[in-house]
């Protein structure tokens, strides 16, 4: 697999940037790549205690790891140059790299600290950092003064990375005049059992980090509202009502699969226990991070995938919410509810924001175009993301597989109309394509 990576590299034409050949042994390098993985998660598990939004919880991501990005860029060299390619470039002044300069503790450090500035309680990341610390020492990697020398450098990158966060207009989001749901029928309000407000309404006003503007890569309208049972709203209403009073075993395990509802929650008597998900952009965090390691690729290399990854699900959420409070369109259950059956619940519980297009959707097909871009078309792996969370383990034949199923996956979990689904796998496919041609000669 190494062999076949290193030529995808140079056939794509990353210029400088190839996959390198490995200093350590290859038991040391499958280690630095689980490192970096499993401290990615570390993110997630923040994000889980803090109850973190789809589109905030890649925002963290997207910052967290352009901080290992340019630890690396700025320490090592070898990788592309995307900050001239941004839409705002983060003007970063390099620091001095650290004398014996280890790529693994620079990059860890800095993504750790990056998250632990953004999130409200990054502060449980201190003690991942103090592990990081420990693990170099005991390894005998690093002394004490090596190590001395690579935290001020990481976080004097860490600083300047969360500088520039703190210029994407995230921080004016709480300043916004409250989210009031549209009167009339067919607009979206909230769904049992918890009645959540609208998440985010105003996440379109966040600075990209490469698509020119949230409405550039609008889907097709959606079907518009009708009690006409010859209409397409009706008809597609009337699909996810009878799907759902006939899912089989298979398709509950798909819906199930790809859940990642970071808002459920479980009602008991007068008390709302939430219930710890993922988010989706998590789990699609959680598949770089496999696919690195099985493709044996360098670790700059996963480094710089997993930060496209991150940042590409970042400019697909701004994207996929703007259209939701723009068409502001009725959640199935809602609908459902309303017109055909007061009793019906969806397989899977409603997320607390409009419904065209799917976010899983946009999200997924984002991702799958990057990750098939440097790894290729049929790159085959088992997704183990969802074990932590109780879930078995699946097999996929590619990207898009997986992508596809987990769009697909919303119908089945009716929360979402096939429109949804069908036109935010397209939404997703142009975001994706067009980071790509940000940064390279990209041909889809």
């Known amino acids: 697999m190494k062999a076949v990576v290193k030529s995808l590299w140079m056939m794509v034409a990353l210029q400088s940037f190839a996959i390198n050949t490995f200093s350590q042994n290859e038991n040391q390098h499958q280690q630095d790549l689980q490192m970096l993985a499993d401290n990615v998660f570390n993110l997630s598990e923040v994000m889980l205690h803090d109850v973190v939004s789809p589109p905030a919880a890649c925002r963290v991501y997207a910052y967290a790891l352009l901080g290992a990005y340019e630890a690396t860029f700025f320490g090592k060299g070898g990788l592309p140059d995307i900050n001239q390619k941004l839409k705002v470039n983060p003007g970063m002044q390099p620091p001095s790299p650290p004398k014996n300069f280890n790529l693994s503790f620079c990059a860890n450090y800095t993504l750790l600290e990056v998250g632990r500035q953004l999130m409200p309680s990054g502060f449980l990341l201190d003690e991942k950092k103090k592990t990081l610390i420990d693990h170099f020492i005991n390894a005998k990697k690093l002394s004490e003064r090596d190590i001395a020398q690579h935290v001020r ?4 990158v ?23 749901p549209k009167k009339g029928e067919g607009y979206w309000y909230p769904t049992p059992p918890a009645y959540m407000s609208a998440v985010e309404p105003q996440w379109q006003t966040v600075r990209p980090f490469f698509i020119d503007s ?20 009706y008809r597609q209403m009337r699909e996810v009502y009878d799907l759902s009073n006939h899912l089989t075993d298979a398709q509950k395990e798909i819906a199930n699969f790809w859940d990642c509802n970071p808002f459920a929650v479980a009602i008991s008597g007068h008390m709302a226990i939430g219930l710890k998900k993922i988010s989706p952009g998590g789990h699609w965090m959680g598949i770089a991070g496999i696919a690195c390691k099985k493709a044996d690729i360098s670790l700059d290399s996963a480094i710089f995938v997993h930060m496209l990854v991150a940042t590409t699900l970042h400019d697909a959420f701004i994207s996929c919410w703007q259209e939701k409070f723009f068409s502001d369109r009725i959640r199935p259950e809602a609908a459902i509810n309303k017109y055909l059956d007061s009793e019906w619940r969806p397989f899977l519980q409603t997320p607390p924001f409009p419904e065209y297009t799917s976010g899983h959707s946009v999200a997924s097909a984002s991702v799958a175009v990057v990750l098939t871009y440097f790894l290729g078309d049929n790159f085959s792996f088992t997704d183990t993301s969802e074990i932590y969370f109780g879930l078995p383990e699946r097999r996929f034949n590619s990207f898009y597989e997986a992508a596809n199923e987990a769009a697909v996956s919303r119908l089945y979990g009716g929360i979402h109309f096939r429109d949804a689904c069908e036109q935010g796998v397209a939404q997703g496919k142009r975001v994706g394509q067009f980071v790509l041609n940000s940064l390279f000669d990209y041909q889809p």
């Open 153 to 156: 450098y990481s976080m004097e």
């Open 214 to 233: 949230a409405a550039q890569f609008a889907p097709l309208p959606p079907a518009p509202f009708s009690k006409d049972t010859a209409s397409s709203f």
């Open 158 to 180: 860490a600083r300047q990375v969360v500088q520039y966060a703190k210029s994407d207009d995230y921080n004016k989001l709480s300043t916004y005049t409250r989210y009031t």
